[in-house]
């Protein structure tokens, strides 16, 4: 009976010494994942269609596609930026003209079809062409929609071209880096706009 006890308190100290180090592993990522929340923010771009939702208005609530120039015009109150801004900017803007005809307007700004959230991949892949970003997407990702490599393909120097603030930018990686070290060999999240060429 006394080995027993003695073999439950020393499992009941263990636990405690334990736990602190086992919430700070399950806190961790959580908080990682948090921290890089901002990082995805989704940012409107010409041709995405957006549903905006006046409350108690079903006259000016509607859907609108964003025009090349970046705008969307909305009646009553004509032109809004709308590329490059998130829906809650999108909606301060609008809330903010709507006060010259309505008391306390709230309008909520909806992505209903992101037309612009594409990436590109070109060259020897099974089926190249033009595949949607769903939630993220990494180069290893992109390569398996494309069907894969084709036989001729040159895994070890693929290209993969962004444009940033108009200024196009170029990363070089392997294949065989990607798959020793999946984190820091070059599987890469892919931003809209993206074009992988693979030789």
């Given at each position: 009976m006394l080995k027993y006890l003695r073999t439950c308190l020393l499992a009941?100290?263990?636990?405690?010494?334990?736990?602190?180090?086992?919430?700070q592993s399950v806190e961790k990522p959580a908080a990682e994942a948090k921290g890089n929340a901002k990082s995805y923010s989704y940012l409107v771009e010409a041709g995405d269609l957006l549903g905006i939702v006046v409350w108690k208005n079903e006259e000016l609530s509607d859907d609108y596609?964003?025009?090349?120039?970046?705008?969307?015009?909305?009646?009553l109150i004509g032109d809004i930026i709308a590329s490059g801004m998130k829906t809650d900017n999108i909606s301060l803007q609008?809330?903010?003209?709507?006060?010259?005809?309505?008391?306390?307007?709230?309008v909520t700004v909806?992505?209903?079809n992101a037309a612009s959230?594409?990436?590109?991949?070109?060259?020897?892949?099974?089926?190249?062409?033009?595949?949607?970003?769903?939630?993220?997407?990494?180069?290893?990702?992109?390569?398996a929609l494309a069907g894969g490599f084709s036989e001729f393909?040159?895994?070890?120097?693929?290209?993969?071209?962004?444009?940033?603030?108009?200024i196009q930018k170029k990363f070089n990686f392997s294949f065989k880096n990607i798959?020793?070290?999946?984190e820091g060999g070059g599987n890469i999240l892919l931003m809209r706009g993206d074009t992988l060429v693979v030789p």
């Open positions: 009941l100290l263990m636990s405690l010494l334990c736990m602190p180090a086992i919430a596609i964003v025009r090349p120039d970046g705008k969307i015009t909305i009646p609008i809330e903010l003209k709507l006060k010259e005809f309505i008391d306390s307007p709230f909806i992505v209903r959230n594409l990436v590109y991949v070109l060259g020897e892949v099974r089926n190249p062409g033009v595949y949607r970003i769903q939630g993220s997407l990494t180069v290893l990702q992109v390569i393909a040159n895994r070890e120097k693929m290209v993969l071209i962004r444009q940033e603030k108009g798959i020793r070290s999946p």
